[in-house]
């Protein structure tokens, strides 16, 4: 089974968001990045297939050569090979049309993405490349088991989870719940020696066409004062909750 | 120019967020003189259906046929109404998955998590970007455009029309095999609630949610945790709200016993009115809070269920 991955290089989680350049473009100084949590359950749900029924997995990246941290952290996780399409990911589109172009050229039977990046927080790229090549698309799994030719997938759905099966060749973006947070695989120090010697290619990009521009960025209005009620006079806050922030 | 909705339903019944989605629609058809159609999928009664008329679709085709987990099929039947040019969707999973799928079909952009009006004479929008701790303003490209709405962004506007329904019995059947279906029944889905109880590791354990529960169903409330809470397995994963977890945008969130880590208030900051309990003075929560009670869960969360109680009465 050839399995791909897609994962995508974030701020930290702790970052503090600022921009730059009249508030055009995120300020990345001093700013770490890290693989986007939510592709960090595919990325060890696929190397876990590997394990039980012997998968090749490729982790595949848009974007420019500050992505390769990340590439080769998943290769040292367990990934087989790595690949970075080198261009700026400048919108949804652009970055599923990259996704699907290497995905005809490569034959994949499962391809693994995240729900939404931390960044930008599109959620669009899987089901994008999903209709570029027509297969299915299974958004927001919490888990996935293969049988056969088949994948069997549990997804969230509003107010409950949904259990479905789809055929290969098949996109699913996924979540927690593909693995647990206690399961996620972090690299050691054997895989990191092995990392070294992995393929890491660079493909240039075939289109840029994109179809929304990111003009410019603010950020949320600073709060006010938090107002203490005492603890013994809860029935205060009852009333501020009803009369001044009418919310109840 | 006229705008297209997507009008869930669960069960054959419209939720708030339904009827959130259809005013944002007779919004932006109102700034350019046009109307709202909507759609939706399957059995639903007449009665029912005319509800989206009072919201300012003047328009609902309903296909009885088509199962709405079916994002593919979906996807292709809206691909039946090319005269639209603006497709309006919530920010719900069902929604999600439909949305990318059908701007490449469409050849359309697509803009998740707005919180403005679409802009004609600028074709820009506002959406919320890094996990809400930012907005970004988007300009379109294209003719056409696909928008999911962030809920609770903007509320309801009652606009009472007349509703023309259109039964269509198309069946489609779609790509995926819907095996079989859980629902978390008798609850309020977060995405929809309109006060949030949350709690954190301050409650010690599962064993003390049913404080948690109490206060909730005496405020009427959806029941959330922070993310190390769901990790332990106290409560389930669909509870975790956060930058990793569900982004939520209540009137109302009240954070029991959690400290406020940045990750924590990424998810939850759009919140309206935010409400902290908390044993430490120092806890960040604070900070970003509205108003804030410096005490134990243990002896604040039953007074304040009594005094909720004496309000109502
Ligand atoms: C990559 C990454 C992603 C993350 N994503 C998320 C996310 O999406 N959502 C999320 O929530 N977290 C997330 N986190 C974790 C986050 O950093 C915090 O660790 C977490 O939010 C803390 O949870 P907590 O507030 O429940 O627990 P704690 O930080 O342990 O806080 C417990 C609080 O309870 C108070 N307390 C204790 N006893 C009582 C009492 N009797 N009564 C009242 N108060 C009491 C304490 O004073 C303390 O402030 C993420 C972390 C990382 C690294």
């Known amino acids: 089974m050839n399995i791909l991955v897609c994962i995508s290089s974030v701020p930290d989680t702790t970052s503090k968001i600022n921009f730059k350049n009249n508030n055009q473009e995120f300020d990345d100084n001093g700013v770490q990045f890290v693989i986007n949590p939510y592709d960090e359950f595919g990325l060890t749900k696929s190397v876990m297939l590997k394990q039980e029924l012997g998968a090749k997995v490729t982790v595949l990246s848009v974007g420019g050569p500050t992505f390769e941290p990340i590439l080769r952290k998943a290769l040292a996780i367990g990934a087989d090979e790595a ?30 993405c995240g729900r939404e990046s931390i960044d930008y927080n599109g ?40 259990t479905v099966s789809v055929n290969f060749p098949a996109i699913i973006a996924g979540q927690k719940g593909l693995v647990e947070e206690s399961e996620l695989l972090i690299p050691n120090m054997r895989g990191i020696m092995q990392s070294r010697s992995k393929p890491l290619s660079v493909l240039e990009p075939s289109n840029q066409e994109i179809r929304t521009n990111s003009l410019s960025f603010s950020l949320p209005d600073k709060k006010q004062d938090c107002t203490m009620i005492d603890k013994n ?16 | 120019m006229s705008v297209l909705v997507y009008a869930e339903n669960w069960e054959g019944k419209f939720r708030k967020s339904t009827f959130e989605v259809v005013s944002y629609a007779s919004q932006l058809a109102k700034s350019i ?8 999928f399957g059995n639903i009664l007449e009665e029912e259906l005319i509800k989206i008329g009072d919201y300012g679709a003047v328009k609902v085709y309903n296909y009885n046929k088509i199962n709405k987990s079916n994002n593919q099929a979906i996807a292709k039947i809206f ?11 919530s920010n719900s999973f069902a929604s999600r998955s439909i949305t990318p799928i059908l701007s490449i079909k469409i050849g359309s952009s697509y803009v998740s998590n707005v919180v403005s009006l679409l802009d004609f004479n600028n074709k820009t929008v506002r959406k919320q970007s890094f996990s809400s701790k930012a907005f970004e303003l988007v300009k379109i490209n294209t003719e056409k455009v696909i928008l999911s709405i962030s809920s609770n962004a903007f509320g309801l506007i009652e606009n009472k029309v007349n509703c023309n329904i259109e039964l269509l019995d198309t069946e489609l059947i779609g790509n995926l095999n819907i095996e079989s279906q859980e629902k ?34 005496e405020i009427g409330a959806a029941t959330a945790c922070s993310k190390p809470v769901s990790d332990s397995g106290w409560r389930p994963h669909s509870e975790h709200v956060g930058q990793t977890g569900k982004a939520v945008s209540p009137n109302l969130y009240i954070a029991i016993g959690i400290s406020g880590a940045i990750q924590h208030l990424a998810g939850v900051n759009s919140s309206k009115v935010m409400v902290v309990i908390n044993t430490d003075p120092d806890a960040p929560f604070f900070k970003a809070a509205d108003y804030g009670i410096i005490g134990d869960a243990f002896e604040v969360v039953p007074k304040l269920i009594e005094a909720i109680k004496n309000f109502k009465n």
């Open chain 2, 184 to 217: 978390s029944r008798g609850k309020i889905s977060l995405s929809e609630a309109d006060i949030i109880v949350s709690a954190g590791r301050g409650m010690k354990g599962p064993e003390n949610w049913h404080l948690i529960e109490s206060l909730a169903s």
């Open chain 2, 79 to 89: 691909t039946e109404y090319q005269n639209f040019s603006v497709f309006i969707f």
């Open chain 1, 233 to 248: 006079n809860v029935e205060d806050l009852v009333n501020l909750l009803h009369n001044e922030a009418k919310v109840i």
């Open chain 2, 33 to 40: 003189n046009s109307e709202v159609h909507a759609i939706t």
């Open chain 1, 83 to 112: 690949v970075r399409i080198n261009m700026k990911p400048l919108d949804s589109f652009v970055v599923a049309n990259e996704v699907s172009n290497y995905i005809k050229d490569n034959e994949f039977d499962l391809i693994i």
């Open chain 1, 123 to 162: 959620g669009a790229v899987p089901g994008m490349v999903s209709e570029l090549l027509s297969m299915p698309f299974v958004n927001a799994c919490i888990g996935l088991a293969v049988e056969g030719s088949k994948v069997i997938l549990l997804r969230e759905i509003d107010g409950g989870k949904e």
